[in-house]
């Protein structure tokens, strides 16, 4: 999601950055890296490197890669405690209180599940206790509720926003314990080694080390535009912990905080004791194509609710949008115009003035806004959906206009002419707008094409002349044998 988001707004003229990377202190990946019998930093170089392969394999074009353990992190996560300290909201105290090590954090008794489980991992807490610094996050309760209030943009989907509101208006925020001394694996609290910096302190600093730390050129381009792509229970920390962070380090807050839901795999939550939901997303890749599971994860998540995988759905899913509906209209289109025009289509220097012609440039301008709203909006899944719907409309043009009757015709070749130059335009402008959705894809279409231009945001339905050439199927259609041995292979 967003590495489409970025390709997106990339083609709308934005000079984006997107960040990534793992967030690598704490306690559970100290207990992790013993349970595998490494050290900690053996254990995440090797984790880092796994998501750094994947991304390559998934073809997510990042900006930067940053991981917590990084001397650039550790600098600037200190920066922070610094500045926070430097305005009185650092103090030293004793805390006692269950802790749940998967969340790296402190549950009230009152947000437990029975049995004392945590809500989220549905596991025992531990009772710990420990001299540990504060931060006062209690003196910012109001002026956050204030900022969320006026900022309606800032917590997005309303859903999760509400949700944060309705914490804050229940509950009063308390005190947060900040650093630990029951393990070492994290970066030391300045001026006090004993104490390693609470992860949560530490891993949310990297959205500004990323950036080179406050105050930097990349800082000051970047920070008021910036965006945070996040799943939904990690909410807390990023709405509510990190913001006042920032208000205490002086810092401005980042424009949006966008909150996606989970993936279920057929209805069930993906857990690491059920082999039913085990996913390998790299393996899925290279079974249906990269694009192939990258339109189906943009379309089925919508922002505010969990996506479900369903492998039948899956393969029907890409099926009847990319095989059917864009594959096969590619396809035909490339193939008639080599057997009934030799290839080209000649510029055309006036516009037609039949509806179907009209139809489908009107609608070529309405679905690129379309496309733009909904994505302005952190909508995939609807703007894939105006795309498809283009397309069938696309793929109702060559019947409504007939092209294969009209080629019995000798007297039809300027018809036929003004037809393909239609539709070619069409498609240039599918693939322009459908790059952040399926980029390879993209590609392949603007090949056969014949078009030699970089990606870019269509604003002109040109009649240019065009040569096609016939590519690779774009999408080949995978048949009900196929689909058994491939459900088969996916849920072993
Ligand atoms: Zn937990």
Redesign the pocket.
């Known amino acids: 999601m967003a590495d489409c988001f970025n390709r997106f707004f990339k083609l709308v003229n934005y000079e984006t950055r997107l960040t990534t990377g793992t967030d690598e202190h704490g306690l559970k990946i100290e207990r992790a890296a013993k349970k595998n019998e490494k050290e900690p930093k053996e254990f995440v170089d090797e984790l880092a490197r796994k998501f750094i392969n994947s991304w390559k394999e998934l073809n997510i074009e990042y900006d930067d890669f940053i991981r917590t353990t990084e001397e650039r992190h550790m600098n600037i996560a200190q920066d922070m405690w610094r500045r926070m300290e430097a305005n009185g909201d650092i103090y030293l105290g004793k805390y006692e209180g269950l802790y ?1 090590i ?2 790296e954090q402190y549950y009230p008794e009152s947000e437990l599940l029975e049995g004392m489980l ?1 809500p ?2 549905n ?1 025992k807490v531990e009772t710990m206790s420990e001299e540990t610094y504060f931060f006062r996050l209690s003196k910012y309760h109001d002026r956050l509720l204030k900022y969320i209030e006026e900022n309606p943009g800032f917590i997005y989907p309303e859903v999760r926003r509400n949700e944060v509101l309705g914490f804050l208006h229940h509950n009063r925020l308390q005190d947060l314990s900040i650093s630990r001394t029951s393990f070492s694996w994290g970066i030391p609290v300045p001026g006090n080694d004993k104490h390693v910096m609470y992860v949560w302190i530490d891993a949310l600093t990297n959205y500004i080390s990323s950036l080179g730390g406050i105050g930097t050129e990349l800082f000051n381009k970047y920070w008021s535009n910036t965006v945070h792509l996040i799943g939904k229970d990690i909410l807390r920390f990023h709405a509510i912990y990190w913001p006042c962070m920032l208000m205490s380090a002086g810092v401005a807050l980042p424009k949006s905080i966008i909150v996606h839901g989970w993936w279920t795999i057929s209805n069930k939550k993906i857990s690491k004791s059920d082999p039913a939901t085990k996913i390998d997303p790299v393996m899925l890749s290279k079974d249906i194509t990269v694009d192939g599971l990258r339109y189906f994860l943009l379309k089925e998540l919508t922002l505010g609710k969990d996506g479900d995988l369903d492998y039948e759905n899956l393969i029907s899913s890409i099926n009847i949008g990319l095989a059917n509906n864009l594959g096969n209209l590619v396809n035909r289109t490339i193939m008639m115009v080599q057997k009934y025009l030799n290839g080209c289509v000649p510029a055309l220097d006036e516009d037609s003035t039949n509806e179907f012609d009209i139809e489908i440039k009107e609608n070529a301008f309405t679905t690129a806004d379309a496309v733009k709203k909904f994505m302005e909006e952190y909508n995939p899944s609807g703007a894939v959906n105006a795309i498809m719907n283009y397309c069938n409309l696309l793929n109702s043009y060559l019947d409504k206009t007939l092209p294969w009757q009209l080629a019995k015709q000798p007297d039809q070749v300027s018809r036929l002419e003004q037809i393909f130059s239609y539709l070619l335009e069409a498609l240039r402008w599918v693939s322009n707008i459908g790059y952040p959705f399926f980029p390879e894809f993209a590609r392949g279409i603007k090949e056969q094409l014949g078009i030699d231009e970089a990606f870019s945001w269509p604003v002109s339905f040109c009649l240019s002349e065009r040569k096609v050439s016939k590519g690779a199927v774009l999408f080949k259609r995978i048949g009900k044998d196929e689909e058994i041995i491939l459900i088969e292979k996916w849920t072993k």
């Open positions: 749940c998967d969340c945590c989220i991992h596991k």
